[in-house]
């Protein structure tokens, strides 16, 4: 049998720790994306005003990553502007980043130097992007991560992406390479026609500020944008794009996650003139249910071996089991600590 104390505000709170971690796939040729919940979306701008009738679908039907429903090609192209990059310029750069820093300050501004286009929250990692730049060409291919394998934010640095084996660029990239005609990792379209950058093999890493680069990106710069906090993945580079647009598949895939751990603590203070008689009904003798004669001296004192937690209609929500039974003191106050991580 139990008895039972009623706990005051604090001795219950909640903690919380950061937990990252490592998620890394990889497959014999080509990783199945939809058991993970990976939207693979193609985004492409129009020259003309934008209606939501327009069929210009993206889904299913041109890509081989299932289930991941039907997008409009040019809404998620504006979408992207939106979010991501509408203070820059079409050069990549921020638009006077003076005007910005005086409307942050609240002072007035001539609209013909500039525009509310700096005043947009583009989900930047750092300050640092600002001395960069950001650059959203006229197609972009998104991958997009559920919440679920990300937490709160994709861990900067950690993010690495490998399109699944392309024999075809392979043996484009070996043809030239051996005629030294263009250095490995070279991106220009025009030297293998519509089948993208040279090296479709090289992986896709962020520098732990936002921006995509090919692995050996010293001769490339910035292909594209990883937005931590929303899991969103954004090739922007003409060539690049356009690669997973038609080669949508990915051969290795690996990021780290950040997932907050919530820790319910409990702390149960018994004083040491509570609980001092036993209530296990092993305990009892006779038709009167008397104490038997062993625990009925002054020197006995019952063991602890299990808390219960009730919430506030008595019913039972976990039991916390001691290691070994825990012998009651009669004269100290006993505190016993409980921690729930959900």
């Known amino acids: 049998m139990s008895a039972y104390k009623k706990l005051k505000s604090q001795d219950a709170f909640v903690s919380t720790y950061v937990a ?17 919940g990976i939207q693979h979306i193609v985004a492409e701008s129009g020259s003309s005003d934008y209606l939501l009738s327009n069929d210009n679908d993206h889904g299913p039907t041109e890509g081989s990553i299932t289930n991941q429903g039907t997008f409009k090609k040019e809404l998620t192209y504006r979408s992207l502007q939106q979010l991501y990059y509408k203070d820059y310029s079409v050069s990549g750069s921020i638009i006077e980043p003076y ?52 937490g709160t934010h994709i861990e900067p640095g950690s993010f690495k992406m490998i399109p699944a084996y392309n024999a075809t660029v392979a043996g484009a990239q070996q ?29 896709i890493v962020d520098d732990g500020e936002g921006n995509l680069e090919l692995i050996n990106s010293k001769q490339h710069g910035v292909i594209g944008n990883i937005i931590y906090s929303h899991g969103i993945v954004i090739l922007t580079n003409f060539d690049v794009a356009d690669y997973f647009k038609k080669n949508p598949n990915l051969g290795i895939l690996s990021w780290k996650s950040n997932q907050p751990i919530y820790t319910y603590n409990y702390h149960v203070k018994v004083s040491d003139y509570e609980f001092n008689h036993t209530l296990n009904p092993s305990a009892l003798t006779g038709s009167n249910n008397r104490l038997r004669n062993n625990v009925s001296g002054s020197d006995f004192q019952p063991y602890i071996s299990s808390v219960g937690l009730y919430n506030d209609v008595n019913e039972l929500i976990a039991i916390g089991k001691l290691s070994q039974p825990l012998h009651k003191p009669a004269e100290t106050e006993l505190t016993i600590q409980i921690k729930l991580d959900i």
């Open 20 to 36: 990252k971690k490592n998620w890394y796939y990889s497959g014999s040729n080509i990783i199945n994306l939809a058991p993970l």
């Open 99 to 150: 005007y910005q820093a005086q409307a942050e300050l609240g002072n007035s501004i001539n609209t013909s130097y500039t525009s509310s286009l700096k005043l947009y929250d583009h989900y930047e990692s750092s300050t640092l992007i600002r001395t960069g730049s950001r650059k959203l060409e006229s197609l972009a291919t998104v991958y997009s991560f559920p919440r679920d394998i990300i």
């Open 175 to 203: 043809d030239y390479v051996a005629t030294n005609y263009v250095e490995v990792g070279y991106i220009d379209a025009a030297d293998i026609g519509n089948l993208g950058y040279l090296n479709g093999l090289e992986a």
